[in-house]
Each structure stands twice: as structure tokens, then as C-alpha cells.
């Protein structure tokens, strides 16, 4: 990890996901990072023997969403920003938010959360008492929940990609025309894990032989 770090001084936060790095959580006790590379099996291994010959990065998240919202804080001189984010969804927003609350000096802009704290269940008795309607996403389609068409980012994309052929081929193919190296090369990842799933278990087998 140090000498990558030297070589690459501009890339601590990819270097710290490639290298599996610990850090310091509460009492001093050294845990891995959800998101390390090692969370997903024989990722590093089918990226050392399959590199990626396109570009990959999550640049659109970041112009798309990210920056237009702080230039509007910004410039509307905004001194709280309020989200809709629930500590229930999980991932990301679990492990950076503890609480509904956040104070920012950097920016000048605290953020609430009021349905921080939301369950699954008080949101479904919120949406009975005052009668929300929800996107046919969800009433017809069957998603159980949305972000950005076709984000190749999705853990169960492939599910989704079934479900907007379906019901919206037009989408679909606009999907396939931004995103399709991205779908194939995560295709070719999950053919490596099942590869590397039965070595794995071929070799135990002559091991307990």
C-alpha cells in the first residue's frame, strides 16, 4: 500500500479499495472497509487477467447529480439542504450518515434528514395513511426500488435490464447504446466467478481425498 502511494499519491481512496486497507473504527479496533475490493470474490483477480479496455468511472453520478446540487447551494446561498435519504435502505448511505442530522463548517450548508430513522414498516404506513400513488416501476413492472436507468453500478442489473426490455424497449436499447461494454464485462465477471467457484471447489474435493 505505501508504495503504491508513492507511485500514485493522487489515488489514496482507489489504492485503499484495490489493497483491501483497514482502518480505525470505535475502541481502536481495525476493521476492513465494506466496500474493499475483497467484497466481491475474485474481483481483483479477474481485473489483473481481464483488464478493462474501456473507461470506467462513476463521473456521471458526479456531474449529473452531485455537482449541480452544490452549485446551487452555492449560489442560492442555501444555509440547510434536506434529503430524503433512510438509514433502511443500507449500502452507502448506512455507513456514511449516523444520524438525521449533519453539520457542515466547510460548506456553510447543514443537511437534515427527516425520515432518517424511517422503517420499511413506517413507510408503508405512511404511504396507506395518506395514500401515495407510487411509479409504475414498482405497481407494474415489479422493481423494488430505482436510481438511474440501466446503472451499470447495480448489483442486479441484469434483473433490471429484463424488466426495462419488457416494458420499455425503447429505453432498453438507450441503455444498451451508453452501457454495453460495461454489461458485457460484468457478464464476463460473473462467468469468472463461477469459473473460479468450481476450481475452488475441485480442489477441496482432492484436498479431503
Known sequence: ME??????????TALQWWCNAYYTAENDVQQMSRFSISRNKWLKEFLMQNPPDFPISNKCCEYAKKKPAKRFIKETYADLEITGIR??????RSANYKSCFSES??????????????????????EKFYGVEHSRCYTEYGLKRTGCVG???????NEELDVIMQNEP???????????????YTRKYHEFQKMMK???K?????IRR
Open 151 to 157: 446503472c451499470p453500478f447495480d448489483q442486479k442489473i
Open 105 to 126: 463548517k466547510s460548506k456553510g450548508c447543514n443537511t437534515y434528514r427527516p425520515i432518517f430513522w424511517y422503517t420499511d414498516s413506517d413507510k408503508r404506513d405512511y
Open 3 to 12: 508504495v503504491l502511494f508513492k507511485k500514485y499519491p493522487k489515488c489514496k
Open 87 to 92: 438509514k433502511a435502505e443500507g449500502g452507502i
Open 170 to 184: 425503447k429505453l432498453y436499447q438507450a441503455a444498451i447504446n451508453i452501457f454495453g461494454k460495461s454489461y458485457e
Open 202 to 206: 475441485d480442489r477441496n474435493k482432492r
Open 198 to 200: 468450481l476450481q475452488e
